[in-house]
């Protein structure tokens, strides 16, 4: 029997209690707060929760992703997936933006700083084909998530428009973009996102594509076209 997929759930605000307040240390510096081990065989264990939703909505789809499937896959008991989840809904609507954020700090820790304007954008879209080539059941968790999670999509578009208009406008204010202004870079961002999304679903909709690697000529189209534009003006 299949577990149902709930309505949205929005997630409560905790008060902050003592225990969790650092005190600075005697000298005046902050004073890290360590960990014990029960706190970070929670943390190892959601962990694997996150990783194995990902391994089983990539490949069976949101509403065949059983909790028991999950659990399976991350190797603990079902009664387990309820100590940090109050149902398979709330997971789905945190498993988007958690991925999503795996491939924006992906995208930002293998980019070379020295690189400006095309060679940047280039440097980009190269590492989010790599991404989606390392987690190929990312597009279906995407794609679906508007459907089944449709918080988290939102949130995840949300989160890599933001890091993505930054990005654009630091180098608008650069010198290195062809006369955009500030409040067209949005539209832009939303454009060139669209793009990355349909030219990752061409490239997996050929078989094979996860082991052969991404067709250069994706990425040289689109640089063509970012860099050179469309249509001849007469």
Same mark, same amino acid.
């Given at each position: 029997?299949?577990?149902?997929?709930?309505?949205?759930?929005?997630?409560?605000?905790?008060?902050?209690?003592?225990?969790?307040? +650092?005190?600075?240390?005697?000298?005046?510096?902050?004073?890290?707060? %360590?960990?014990?081990?029960?706190?970070?065989?929670?943390?190892?264990?959601?962990?694997?929760?996150?990783?194995?939703?990902? #391994?089983?909505?990539?490949?069976?789809? $949101?509403?065949?992703?059983?909790?028991?499937?999950?659990?399976?896959?991350?190797?603990?008991?079902?009664?387990?997936?309820?100590? $940090?989840?109050?149902?398979?809904?709330?997971?789905?609507? /945190?498993?988007?933006?958690?991925?999503?954020? /795996?491939?924006?700090?992906?995208?930002?820790?293998?980019?070379?700083?020295?690189?400006?304007?095309?060679?940047?954008?280039?440097?980009?879209? +190269?590492? $989010?084909?790599?991404?989606?080539?390392?987690?190929?059941?990312?597009?279906?968790?995407?794609?679906?998530?508007?459907?089944?999670?449709?918080?988290?999509?939102?949130?995840?578009? /949300?989160?890599? *428009? #933001?890091?993505? #208009?930054? *990005?654009?406008? %630091?180098?608008?204010?650069?010198?290195?973009?062809?006369?955009?202004?500030?409040?067209?870079?949005?539209?832009?961002?939303?454009?060139?996102?669209? +793009?990355?999304?349909?030219?990752?679903?061409?490239?997996?909709?050929?078989?094979?594509?996860?082991?052969?690697?991404?067709?250069?000529?994706?990425?040289?189209?689109?640089?063509?076209?970012?860099?050179?534009?469309?249509?001849?003006? %007469?």
């Amino acid at each position: 029997m299949k577990d149902p997929v709930m309505p949205v759930t929005r997630p409560s605000v905790q008060s902050v209690k003592p225990s969790d307040v +650092v005190m600075p240390a005697f000298d005046g510096k902050p004073q890290a707060k %360590k960990r014990g081990r029960r706190e970070v065989k929670a943390l190892e264990t959601r962990k694997a929760l996150f990783a194995a939703a990902a #391994v089983v909505v990539g490949k069976y789809g $949101y509403e065949e992703a059983s909790i028991t499937k999950i659990t399976d896959q991350a190797g603990v008991a079902n009664g387990t997936f309820y100590n $940090y989840f109050e149902t398979r809904q709330d997971l789905f609507d /945190q498993l988007l933006p958690s991925i999503g954020g /795996q491939l924006l700090e992906y995208i930002a820790g293998r980019l070379d700083q020295n690189l400006t304007g095309v060679d940047r954008e280039r440097a980009r879209i +190269v590492t $989010y084909f790599e991404f989606f080539q390392k987690n190929s059941g990312f597009l279906r968790i995407l794609n679906e998530a508007e459907v089944y999670a449709p918080a988290a999509f939102r949130q995840h578009i /949300q989160n890599f *428009a #933001v890091r993505y #208009v930054k *990005a654009l406008d %630091k180098q608008r204010r650069n010198g290195e973009l062809n006369g955009f202004d500030e409040d067209e870079l949005t539209a832009v961002a939303y454009m060139l996102m669209g +793009v990355r999304t349909y030219l990752t679903m061409l490239w997996r909709s050929n078989p094979g594509a996860a082991k052969k690697g991404v067709d250069q000529s994706y990425i040289s189209t689109y640089m063509k076209l970012v860099e050179q534009g469309l249509f001849v003006r %007469k």
